[in-house]
């Protein structure tokens, strides 16, 4: 152990989570083991409220997604906080204070220990929640203001800092669908240079009215079925959540004196951009996913051909899934043995993440997804 305990790798010694029917980790690794289908359909009479007639009757209106639950549910008291400034705060912050809470618990530490510096790196969806009729010049500044650092994300950091009395950085980390995992990078970072002594990292999404489907368009970024059937032949596009995951990083030399329950480890990260080097804003490149996936090997001194299994993106999109698999395959140098492919874009990062962690622990993969075809394009 000594040449782990001198490379500066990061170990996950907590972790919380909520994704539809999963209200604890635990219940979201049984689902992931048993391919449980955890989509809801929504009836007519759910969306009529509020989606349009005109919308409803098209046959690509997919009537379906994938529903939290409870996100009115907060233990206001617990956190300090009075019936009415909780409802003036976002459901999103007011759950990713909760599993910040139960990350620390889940390692056995207590917020607000003096001995220890402890950051925050949040990630979180832009607020459906609350919408000021007068954003520009409220008539009542005061109660405009506290609705506005209730949803703003800019402040979901800031609030866990507060009420858990962090004080090492908090930041929030903003750069779309890899928010919560550059967050976790940073979080790494932070921790090898020495800005604090733990730190929470992890993201939220809860787009409200949870029910209400989508129309799924004809340029296959979103799924007709609502199903991301990454790297299959039926894939049709990805498809949006809601859940929130939070886990709880040390230094691994840290972590192993001080006796904590350790997850998994961190060995190698690292953060990029595809700057101009693809045929759009919004599409993937190949190159730039390929020297980020070289990078992070190098920083973890693991030899490619001896990954067994990588945790993707995949969007399940015509452009997405077949540059990611050229990039894999052109680092990783796909051989004699299986890789085994995690698959699914979910809330931002951070079931990825958790997942990940999650198949370590176990030390057994979760099976393929029921009904699944490979693209044999690929």
């Keep these: 152990m000594a040449e782990d305990m001198d490379s500066g790798h990061i170990a996950v010694i907590g972790m919380a989570g909520r994704f539809p029917g999963a209200e604890t980790l635990e219940r979201f690794w049984e689902n992931l083991v048993s391919g449980a289908d955890v989509r809801t359909t929504f009836t007519d009479e759910e969306l009529a409220g509020h989606i349009p007639e005109r919308l409803l009757s098209k046959e690509d209106y997919v009537k379906k997604g994938y529903v939290l639950g409870n996100a009115d549910q ?7 906080y009075t019936p009415k400034e909780a409802e003036n705060i976002d459901p999103q912050q007011r759950l990713f204070l909760e599993c910040a809470w139960e990350a620390l618990e889940d390692a056995g530490y207590v917020p607000g220990d003096s001995r220890l510096t ?8 832009q607020s459906s929640y609350l919408k000021p009729d007068n954003m520009l010049f409220p008539e009542h500044p005061m109660p405009f ?21 962090l004080k090492g950085p908090a930041f929030s980390i903003q750069s779309a669908c890899s928010s919560s995992l550059v967050g976790v990078a940073t979080a790494c970072q932070a921790l ?13 999404s809860i787009s409200l009215p949870e029910k209400l489907g989508y129309l799924a368009g004809q340029d296959g970024a979103l799924s007709r079925d609502a199903c991301c059937h990454a790297f299959d032949h039926r894939a ?7 859940g929130a995951g939070v886990v709880l990083l040390k230094r691994l030399e840290d972590a192993l004196a001080d006796g904590d329950y350790i997850y998994g480890v961190v060995r190698g990260f690292a953060v990029n951009n595809d700057g101009a080097d693809k045929v759009g ?21 693991v030899d490619p051909e001896t990954v067994t299994f990588i945790e993707t993106h995949g969007t399940g999109t015509p452009m997405g899934d077949p540059m990611e698999f050229r990039a894999l395959e052109s680092i990783l140098r796909f051989g004699g043995d299986a890789v085994r492919v995690g698959l699914g874009q979910d809330q931002r990062g951070a ?12 030390r057994h993969a979760f099976p393929r997804p029921k009904n699944t075809d490979p693209d044999s394009a690929l």
């Design 145 to 165: 203001f506290d609705e506005l650092i209730g949803n703003d994300k800019d402040y979901a950091a800031a609030r866990v800092a507060y009420k858990l009395d």
């Design 118 to 125: 402890i950051g925050i790196y949040a990630s979180i969806t």
């Design 351 to 362: 079931s990825q993440f958790c997942r990940g962690r999650r198949w370590i622990y176990p």
């Design 281 to 301: 804003f919004t599409a993937p490149s190949v190159r730039g996913q390929e020297a980020i996936l070289g990078e992070a090997l190098d920083l973890s001194g």
């Design 192 to 204: 090898q240079d020495y800005h604090c002594d733990m730190a929470l990292a992890g993201g939220v």
């Design 236 to 242: 049709s596009g990805m498809m949006y959540g809601n």
């Design 74 to 80: 907060f233990d206001a008291e617990f956190f300090g």
